[in-house]
């Protein structure tokens, strides 16, 4: 059963580009949650998502980003216009809401580490 | 604003030595969480802890939660060089599902 795979692992991005990160969650996983950890911090939350719906994106930014999470594919974040601030490493996690013993655990992808130049 | 705090941030110690590390939290949790990470890879996921007392234990480590004093404890035993690493504590509170992550503790044992 494979686990939560991200892509790309790493991407370099210009300013002023488009970043797009994938997540694919694990098999039976329909919630979909991305974290952003800055170097040096704890992860940040971003963005909790089921399929066709988001259910929490109180931690967005409120321009240039966005996501999705569409009935058939994986889940994406997108970044337009990427600045040098949104060098960070994105990491996508899925649960199964009532999984074992009921503890709604999430199960944290590898991650894409995003550097813009 | 929902804070969740770790202290100590840097930890050295030797191998062979025990410690406890403490996450405290500003308001009641619903489930508290213990990540390890290592260098420039993903979250592994050691403790779920759901209720008061809750007390679990894997290996060196044990995680236990105290909700009436919104604390959670990690303590180490007879350290070894391969627990070096960052570890987090998160949690989720008031019925949401987003985790909130303290800044994290990185862990160096010395052989």
């Known amino acids: 059963n494979a686990g939560v795979m991200q892509n790309p692992r790493h991407l370099v991005r210009r300013r002023g580009q488009e970043a797009r990160l994938r997540c694919s969650p694990m098999?039976?996983?329909?919630?979909v949650y991305w974290y952003r950890q800055l170097p040096e911090e704890g992860l940040k939350f971003m963005v909790y998502l089921q399929k066709e719906n988001i259910i929490d994106e109180s931690g967005m930014p409120k321009e240039r980003f966005s996501a999705e999470f569409p009935k058939e594919g994986p889940s994406i974040l997108r970044i337009q216009q990427v600045v040098r601030g949104d060098s960070a490493a994105y990491f996508c996690a899925s649960s199964s809401r009532g999984g074992a013993a009921g503890s709604y655990e999430q199960y944290f992808g590898p991650g894409t580490r995003l550097t813009v130049t | 604003e929902l804070k969740v705090e770790q202290n100590p941030l840097f930890l050295s110690m030797q191998e062979g030595k025990n410690y406890t590390i403490y996450c405290n939290y500003s308001t009641t949790s619903d489930r508290l969480y213990w990540y390890r990470q290592d260098p420039g890879k993903s979250l592994e996921s050691l403790f779920v802890l759901l209720s008061n007392g809750a007390v679990k234990q894997e290996g060196r480590l044990m995680a236990s939660l105290d909700t009436k004093a919104r604390l959670s404890t990690l303590h180490i035993t007879a350290a070894v060089h391969d627990l070096s690493a960052t570890y987090f504590c998160?949690?989720?509170?008031?019925?949401?599902?987003?985790?909130?992550f303290g800044k994290g503790m990185k862990l160096t044992v010395n052989p």
């Open positions: 998160a949690g989720t509170f008031r019925g949401s599902e987003k985790l909130v």
């Open positions: 098999k039976g996983h329909s919630h």
